[in-house]
Antibody
Framework: EVQLVESGGGLVQPGGSLRLSCAAS????????MNWVRQAPGKGLEWVSY????????YYAGSVKGRFTISRDNAKNSLYLQMNSLRAEDTAVYYC????????????WGQGALVTVSS | QSVLTQPPSVSAAPGQKVTISCSGS????????VSWYQQLPGTAPKLLIY???KRPSGIPDRFSGSKSGTSATLGITGLQTGDEADYYC???????????FGGGTKLTVL
């Protein structure tokens, strides 16, 4: 059974940093592209970042470029999102999302990790 | 303002049919496959339709998808109260090299 389990969410002050992790199981993690997708409270889905299976092709949404860093460790079946210079508008549930084709065809989603940026 | 445009809400009676539109451009819908996601209240999204019109295993054939030019449509027949959810279209924008979702459509089954 495919499982994606996010961790590392919490409350952080504006300007602070946080690192999200996503533990993958039930499939060959190293064969799949991955994404982070977020959802602000009461709002719609927003794509955040993409990383290919080898970790050498990466894309970011304009709203997080220069502040967030996506990475992966295929030996540990893990995906990460390092978030720096956090702003109130980054408050959201962050989903780890498996991409079947690399065209944002997300076939599995994690349960989400809540990140709250507030003083 | 999302790159993909969806109506904010649609509604219909149980047993009826509803369609949800998703309008984009030549760099996204016009050039790639569309996916649709269902998000029930308080849960993570779930893949409903992929490659414009294909259903993952376990998705009933009451759900269908189509694409024409730079627009896509999700259709749901035989509406049930359990279909009340938010529905999102999503796609990769080849020109911008970013993923994009529609703003979401809230379905109410009256």
């Amino acid at each position: 059974e495919v499982q994606l389990v996010e961790s590392g969410g919490g409350l952080v002050q504006p300007g602070g940093s946080l690192r999200l992790s996503c533990a993958a199981s039930g499939f060959t993690f190293s064969s799949y592209e991955m994404n982070w997708v977020r959802q602000a409270p009461g709002k719609g889905l927003e794509w955040v970042s993409y990383i290919n299976s080898r970790g050498n092709i990466i894309y970011y949404a304009g709203s997080v470029k220069g502040r967030f860093t996506i990475s992966r460790d295929n030996a540990k079946n893990s995906l990460y999102l390092q978030m720096n210079s956090l702003r109130a508008e980054d408050t959201a549930v962050y989903y780890c999302a498996r991409d079947r084709t690399g065209d944002l065809l997300v076939d599995y989603w994690g349960q989400g990790a809540l990140v709250t940026v507030s003083s | 303002q999302s790159v993909l445009t969806q109506p904010p809400s649609v509604s219909a009676a149980p047993g009826q049919k509803v369609t949800i539109s998703c309008s984009g451009s030549s760099s996204n819908i016009g050039n790639n496959y569309v996916s649709w996601y269902q998000q029930l209240p308080g849960t993570a999204p779930k893949l409903l339709i992929y490659d414009n019109n294909k259903r993952p295993s376990g998705i009933p054939d009451r759900f269908s998808g189509s694409k024409s030019g730079t627009s896509a449509t999700l259709g749901i027949t035989g509406l049930q109260t359990g279909d009340e959810a938010d529905y999102y279209c999503g796609i990769w924008d080849s020109s911008l090299s970013v993923g994009v979702f529609g703003g979401g459509t809230k379905l109410t089954v009256l």
